[in-house]
């Protein structure tokens, strides 16, 4: 007895061992897409894009992808060691020994003007308040202005400025800056002026890589081993460790606050200064830091810690709130079996024995060296653990007590029973006998009223007194792959298995059973065990926690949960199953094989930053769409067969951007107003979409719950096939009409072009029928009128003679009237004349006539029509006027020949007249008139007489 007293004594009493928490980092490398491991200057943009330098060019990463910038690209060099995004958004690159390039918009451009060989590197890069861009190289300064870089100073062995690293503005017109071998430099820019104000001589390492002004304008500089500050020309020094003086090289300065800076150590991690107290709390390999070589520090916009490293890439941390114990922290194993809280100290089983952990995270071993299973606290605050040969109880005061040998894989104890689980049975020992209940593996057991429920992976079964036995309604056969049970009170549990969540309650004999689906809680995969707390349920899973509000879920079926996400992978295996605890401090334990997981919700810092939301890319079938090529006056216009669109939504985050949902729709298309499902998968693609307006349209998660409140939309037209346009059928309406319309009207200008030569050939004919008929009565019939009134005048017979000579008169003027004999020996002037005398002569109507002499302006042919017409006018008005006088005027006028016939007759409709009149005579007149390509004008009114112009071109 005195042997294992001393045992236990001297196993509670070991020299507590101090530990350290490892915290979750997430650091992406080449492997994530990252150009290259070694990282040095960091920066978030305007658009929260973070932007890397590294020594195989410049990365652009928007929480998904990185965007790599080489000098394929057109990179003065790979090897980069500053960056600034400008007030005009543009990227300014500075690198090794090649000068600067700038990036905008996805191009690149290498500035060139002075001397990069002999300035060296390009280490830091600020902007004036005039926009003035300034070029901190190792032995010089840069400026950049109006598109021209110019030297605002340059080492030489005058000034001996060399080193220089990094800089900052104290205000508009000043400057400090750290060199490597010079120590702190004051820059006045008006006059151009450079002090080199400390240095070794002056008590400051030559060796300083950072500086910073704060709101205070006190002046902060990291250096070799040392912080410095300088406040209204004081310097104060703050000091490390002696032995981590080597490893604290501070390259970054990065303020979180009026009172705390980040500072990141080439050598030791990084660390939190307190500059009020000049405390430093150092985070380095021991809590989990991926690299001891730190160079710069960012807080991103969502409360992210960004930091470059050597080899390590770019590395994120957050916060404190998840924490991982394995044996590089001080438990004897990282495999971690069990978890129990006693005494206020978190014992954890392990393979190597279990240990206490106290509240100030010291640990000190309970238990031999040996692999330890379970634990179990029991109702009269001791200690039950088991091993694989035995099953032991501590209490505070007694030493270790065997109940039992053996190897049980889960142990429980309510009231005077102690339950024991082999493999295919469990054994019970009680207070006055042992006995055995037949039954299979358990993963954990619950009281619900006068029994038990046994929680297998095969299903859920019922224990009562020495009976198991499965529950009305959970047949195993439909309700399997359980993972997790706890108790709710006296007459309720909550179970869990992969799919469903189980709420089981006892009434009477009667079992009433709710199940849930766990689709229902968000972003949770891969559930593993579940703990109630009060009124709050946790859930766990992959990388996950959930805190669900348990009433409300109860009685209204609504799901209210808190997510809390750790990074991917923070735990290399997922947590065991139903290995939950909570704390009365309310930290969630958890044991896997990768150590034990411990989480605080007071350390955690919740997201609650909408996405910023982009298109990255959008194919038109299977190619980038360069948009500028279809936009016109602001507007996207595609052909009706580029109708075959893919866009790839970015939503811009960094805390949990694996756990980022979108939901998406397409305003335009039939149903196009409601919301997609939510999905993890960025790519949309919309095939064949018919010609119209669209607005594409997305939200997305943070990963964490929060949704953009406002969604990003791409408004793009397709156009319909013209031959679907109501342009196109209108064209084809309007050619169709007018191709009739040509058709007909070409028809009928032939028809009347027919006509018109047929009614020519016939004036034509009728005047040669005419000219013959005259000549034959003029050379036969007139001959022989002219010889029988010769004879009757021989013949004495005066009768005879008279009707023979007026027979010939009568002939020769029918002749004359078939054909003006005068036309063609006087000419048409004296023709006319002469036909107007005769009409004068024979009629009551008084002629007058003004005529000039048009001879040499007409042909044979036009004066004969001419003459026509005049003759048909005369003939008319004889025989229908009813004139008293009448005039007739021919006159020259420039190129043409006017002639105008006036009556003081009855008058008459001239258009009626043309409608309704059959005589030939007009008819003829006109077609004389079309003859002669003149133009004829017929005036007339009633009881006012007649006027009819013709002008005739010559």
Same mark, same amino acid.
């Given at each position: 007895?005195?042997?294992?007293?001393?045992?236990?004594?001297?196993?509670?009493?070991?020299?507590?061992?101090?530990?350290?928490?490892?915290?979750?980092?997430?650091?992406?490398?080449?492997?994530?897409?990252?150009?290259?491991?070694?990282?040095?200057?960091?920066?978030?943009?305007?658009?929260?894009?973070?932007?890397?330098?590294?020594?195989?060019?410049?990365?652009?990463?928007?929480?998904?992808?990185?965007?790599?910038?080489?000098?394929?690209?057109?990179?003065?060099?790979?090897?980069?060691?500053?960056?600034?995004?400008?007030?005009?958004?543009?990227?300014?690159?500075?690198?090794?020994?090649?000068?600067? $390039?700038?990036?905008?918009?996805?191009?690149?451009?290498?500035?060139?003007?002075?001397?990069?060989?002999?300035?060296?590197?390009?280490?830091?890069?600020?902007?004036?308040?005039?926009?003035?861009?300034?070029?901190?190289?190792?032995?010089?300064?840069?400026?950049?202005?109006?598109?021209?870089?110019?030297?605002?100073?340059?080492?030489?062995?005058? *000034?001996?400025?060399?080193?220089?690293?990094s800089a900052d503005w104290f205000d508009d017109n000043t400057l400090y800056l750290a060199s490597s071998n010079r120590g702190i430099y004051k820059l006045t820019l008006n006059p151009l002026k450079i002090e080199n104000i400390y240095n070794e001589k002056s008590g400051v390492n030559n060796i300083c890589y950072s500086v910073f002004v704060d709101a205070k304008k006190d002046v902060w500089v990291g250096a070799y081993g040392e912080l410095y500050k300088i406040s209204n020309g004081k310097l104060t020094k703050y000091k490390f460790k002696q032995e981590d003086f080597d490893k604290n090289r501070i390259y970054g !300065?990065?303020?979180?606050?009026?009172?705390?800076?980040?500072? $990141?150590?080439?050598?030791?991690?990084?660390?939190?200064?307190?500059?009020?107290?000049?405390?430093?709390?150092?985070?380095?390999?021991?809590?989990?830091?991926?690299?001891?070589?730190?160079?710069?520090?960012?807080?991103?916009?969502?409360?992210?810690?960004?930091?470059?490293?050597?080899?390590?890439?770019?590395?994120?941390?957050?916060?404190?709130?998840?924490?991982?114990?394995?044996?590089?922290?001080?438990?004897?194993?990282?495999?971690?079996?069990?978890?129990?809280?006693?005494?206020?100290?978190?014992?954890?089983?392990?393979?190597?024995?279990?240990?206490?952990?106290?509240?100030?995270?010291?640990?000190?071993?309970?238990?031999?060296?040996?692999?330890?299973?379970?634990? %179990?606290?029991?109702?009269?605050?001791?200690?039950?653990?088991?091993?694989?040969?035995?099953?032991?109880?501590?209490?505070?005061?007694?030493?270790?007590?065997?109940?039992?040998?053996?190897?049980?894989?889960?142990?429980?104890?309510?009231?005077?029973?102690?339950?024991?689980?082999?493999?295919?049975?469990?054994?019970?020992?009680?207070?006055?006998?042992?006995?055995?209940?037949?039954?299979?593996?358990?993963?954990?057991?619950?009281?619900?009223?006068?029994?038990?429920?046994?929680?297998?992976?095969?299903?859920?079964?019922?224990?009562?007194?020495?009976?198991?036995?499965?529950?009305?309604? %959970?047949?195993?056969?439909?309700?399997?792959?359980?993972?997790?049970?706890? &108790?709710?009170?006296?007459?309720?549990?909550?179970?869990?298995?992969?799919?469903?969540? =189980?709420?089981?309650?006892?009434?009477?004999?009667?079992?009433?059973?709710?199940?849930?689906?766990?689709?229902?809680?968000?972003?949770?995969?891969?559930?593993?065990?579940?703990?109630?707390?009060?009124?709050?349920?946790?859930?766990?899973?992959?990388?996950?926690?959930?805190?669900?509000?348990?009433?409300?879920?109860?009685?209204?079926?609504?799901?209210?949960?808190?997510?809390?996400?750790?990074?991917?992978?923070?735990?290399?295996?997922? !947590?065991?199953?139903?290995?939950?605890?909570?704390?009365?401090?309310?930290?969630?334990?958890?044991?896997?094989?990768?150590?034990?997981?411990?989480?605080?919700?007071?350390?955690?810092?919740?997201?609650?930053?909408?996405?910023? %939301?982009?298109? $990255?890319?959008?194919?038109?079938?299977?190619?980038?769409?360069?948009?500028? %090529?279809?936009?016109?006056?602001?507007?996207?216009?595609?052909?009706?067969?580029?109708?075959?669109?893919?866009?790839?939504?970015?939503?811009?985050?960094?805390?949990?951007?694996?756990?980022?949902?979108?939901?998406?729709?397409?305003?335009?298309?039939?149903?196009?107003?409601?919301?997609?499902?939510?999905?993890?998968?960025?790519?949309?693609?919309?095939? =064949?979409?018919?010609?119209?307006?669209y607005t594409f349209e997305f939200t997305a998660s943070n990963g964490d719950g929060v949704w953009q409140s406002t969604p990003y939309k791409y408004s793009f037209i397709i156009k319909v096939p013209f031959w679907r346009t109501w342009l196109f059928w209108v064209s084809i309406l309007s050619i169709i009409a007018l191709g009739v319309f040509l058709f007909y009207y070409y028809k009928n200008k032939a028809e009347k072009k027919r006509n018109e030569v047929y009614t020519h050939n016939l004036i034509k004919a009728q005047e040669e029928e005419r000219t013959r008929v005259a000549r034959e009565l003029h050379d036969s019939?007139?001959?022989?009128?002219?010889?029988?009134?010769?004879?009757?005048?021989?013949?004495?017979?005066?009768?005879?003679?008279?009707?023979?000579?007026?027979?010939?008169?009568?002939?020769?003027?029918?002749?004359?009237?078939?054909?003006?004999?005068?036309?063609?020996?006087?000419?048409?002037?004296?023709? &006319?004349?002469?036909?107007?005398?005769?009409?004068?002569?024979?009629?009551? &109507?008084?002629?007058?006539?003004?005529?000039?002499?048009?001879?040499?302006?007409?042909?044979?042919?036009?004066?004969?029509?001419?003459?026509?017409?005049?003759?048909?006018?005369?003939?008319?008005?004889?025989?229908?006027?009813?004139?008293?006088?009448?005039?007739?005027?021919?006159?020259?006028?420039?190129?043409?020949?006017?002639? !105008?016939?006036?009556? *003081?007759?009855?008058?008459?409709?001239?258009?009626?007249?043309?409608?309704?009149?059959?005589?030939?005579?007009?008819?003829?007149?006109?077609?004389?008139?079309? &003859?002669?390509?003149?133009?004829?004008?017929?005036?007339?009114?009633?009881?006012?007489?007649?006027?009819?112009?013709?002008?005739?071109?010559?």
């Open positions: 007895m005195k042997r294992l007293f001393l045992t236990f004594f001297l196993l509670c009493f070991l020299p507590l061992v101090s530990t350290a928490q490892k915290y979750q980092f997430k650091n992406y490398k080449v492997e994530e897409g990252l150009v290259s491991n070694e990282t040095y200057a960091i920066l978030q943009d305007s658009k929260n894009r973070i932007w890397v330098s590294t020594t195989g060019g410049i990365s652009c990463f928007n929480g998904k992808t990185f965007k790599n910038y080489t000098t394929d690209d057109g990179l003065a060099s790979n090897i980069v060691f500053s960056i600034l995004e400008d007030s005009k958004g543009r990227i300014w690159v500075g690198t090794l020994d090649n000068g600067i $390039s700038i990036i905008e918009n996805g191009k690149i451009t290498n500035p060139k003007g002075v001397d990069f060989d002999y300035l060296g590197s390009a280490t830091y890069i600020l902007e004036g308040g005039d926009g003035t861009i300034y070029i901190i190289f190792v032995k010089g300064i840069v400026t950049y202005k109006n598109g021209k870089l110019e030297y605002l100073l340059k080492g030489t062995e005058e *000034n001996q400025v060399s080193g220089l690293q !300065i990065y303020e979180e606050n009026e009172n705390e800076f980040y500072l $990141s150590f080439e050598g030791n991690g990084f660390g939190f200064f307190n500059k009020q107290t000049g405390d430093l709390k150092i985070i380095n390999e021991t809590q989990g830091l991926p690299s001891k070589y730190i160079y710069r520090i960012i807080k991103d916009t969502e409360g992210n810690l960004w930091m470059t490293s050597y080899g390590e890439g770019i590395i994120r941390f957050r916060d404190t709130s998840f924490k991982l114990y394995d044996e590089k922290q001080g438990l004897p194993s990282k495999s971690v079996n069990s978890i129990a809280e006693w005494n206020e100290d978190w014992i954890v089983a392990t393979e190597d024995g279990a240990v206490a952990i106290d509240n100030e995270k010291n640990i000190r071993q309970i238990t031999p060296n040996k692999p330890i299973k379970n634990l %179990l606290v029991t109702p009269e605050n001791n200690l039950l653990y088991t091993s694989d040969a035995e099953v032991k109880e501590l209490s505070k005061n007694s030493p270790p007590k065997l109940i039992d040998e053996g190897d049980y894989n889960l142990l429980y104890k309510e009231g005077d029973k102690t339950f024991l689980f082999e493999t295919n049975k469990i054994k019970v020992l009680s207070k006055d006998s042992t006995y055995y209940i037949n039954t299979r593996k358990s993963i954990d057991m619950a009281p619900i009223g006068d029994r038990y429920i046994l929680c297998k992976i095969a299903g859920l079964f019922q224990m009562k007194g020495e009976k198991v036995d499965t529950i009305p309604g %959970l047949s195993p056969l439909n309700h399997y792959d359980f993972r997790s049970i706890d &108790i709710i009170n006296t007459d309720e549990i909550i179970a869990g298995s992969e799919k469903r969540l =189980y709420h089981i309650s006892l009434v009477g004999n009667n079992f009433k059973i709710k199940t849930f689906d766990l689709s229902l809680f968000g972003s949770l995969k891969y559930f593993r065990a579940l703990k109630v707390d009060g009124t709050n349920l946790w859930l766990a899973g992959r990388d996950m926690l959930l805190k669900v509000d348990l009433d409300i879920l109860l009685k209204k079926d609504s799901i209210v949960a808190t997510q809390f996400s750790s990074i991917a992978h923070f735990l290399q295996n997922d !947590i065991d199953f139903n290995s939950l605890v909570i704390t009365k401090d309310k930290t969630v334990l958890a044991s896997s094989l990768s150590g034990m997981l411990a989480f605080n919700e007071k350390d955690f810092i919740p997201n609650t930053n909408a996405p910023k %939301l982009g298109l $990255s890319e959008i194919f038109l079938f299977s190619e980038p769409l360069d948009d500028s %090529l279809y936009r016109f006056k602001n507007e996207l216009i595609l052909p009706y067969q580029k109708n075959y669109l893919t866009f790839t939504m970015e939503a811009i985050t960094f805390t949990n951007p694996e756990n980022v949902k979108y939901k998406y729709r397409l305003k335009g298309l039939r149903n196009g107003n409601e919301w997609s499902q939510p999905t993890d998968d960025p790519n949309v693609v919309f095939s =064949y979409l018919p010609p119209g307006e019939v007139g001959q022989k009128l002219m010889l029988l009134t010769k004879k009757t005048k021989t013949a004495g017979n005066p009768e005879m003679e008279f009707l023979a000579s007026n027979t010939l008169e009568e002939l020769r003027t029918i002749s004359r009237g078939l054909h003006p004999a005068t036309l063609e020996r006087l000419g048409p002037t004296a023709a &006319i004349k002469t036909m107007i005398d005769e009409v004068d002569a024979n009629t009551s &109507i008084f002629f007058t006539h003004e005529i000039e002499d048009i001879d040499t302006f007409l042909s044979k042919e036009a004066s004969l029509h001419l003459y026509r017409i005049i003759q048909e006018v005369l003939n008319n008005m004889v025989k229908h006027a009813e004139a008293k006088a009448a005039s007739v005027t021919i006159e020259k006028k420039k190129n043409t020949i006017e002639a !105008i016939i006036m009556d *003081n007759g009855k008058g008459f409709e001239h258009s009626e007249k043309l409608k309704t009149s059959n005589s030939l005579g007009m008819k003829t007149l006109l077609e004389r008139a079309k &003859i002669l390509h003149s133009k004829i004008d017929i005036k007339s009114q009633l009881n006012k007489g007649t006027t009819i112009t013709l002008i005739i071109p010559i």
